[in-house]
């Protein structure tokens, strides 16, 4: 009777494990805005992969955010990517396979250039150095 409940609590354990890594950060945002952090982001460009993803570039006057956002096949896992680099400092990426977005990647740079972009699948975009001040 122990072994039993033991295999069932174990099992109840893996069950609950499961459910949240499936609700997981790439599920939390409904919007590339909520994925950066909430109202005080606006979006200043975009680059879009056809109808399958949309890199957006948003800003709150003093942090850049990218997020790689799917919108053909969300749910569906695929490899999305997002990055950005300010100039002169150290980018940063998000890359992995991911069901509904890449992202949020950050960098404080106020009065500075940035550098960005995203993939999605076997396609890549990145800007050139823009956006400055």
Do not use: Q
Request: charged share 10%; glycine share 16%.
């Amino acid at each position: 009777m122990i072994k039993r409940s033991a295999t069932l609590s174990l099992g109840l354990a893996a069950a609950l494990a499961a459910s949240v890594t499936l609700s997981g950060p790439a599920a939390a945002a409904s919007t590339p805005i909520g994925a950066c952090g909430g109202g005080s982001y606006h979006v200043i460009d975009s680059h879009a992969f056809g109808s399958s993803a949309v890199t957006y570039l948003l800003y709150n006057g003093t942090t850049n955010c990218v997020v790689t956002w799917k919108t053909g096949a969300a749910g569906n896992t695929t490899w999305v990517r997002a990055v950005i680099w300010p100039y002169g400092g150290e980018g940063k990426v998000d890359a992995d396979y991911y069901r509904y977005y890449a992202g949020p990647v950050k960098v404080n740079a106020p009065g500075k250039c940035v550098k960005w972009g995203g993939s999605y699948g076997g396609s890549w975009w990145e800007s050139g150095w823009e956006h400055c001040g």
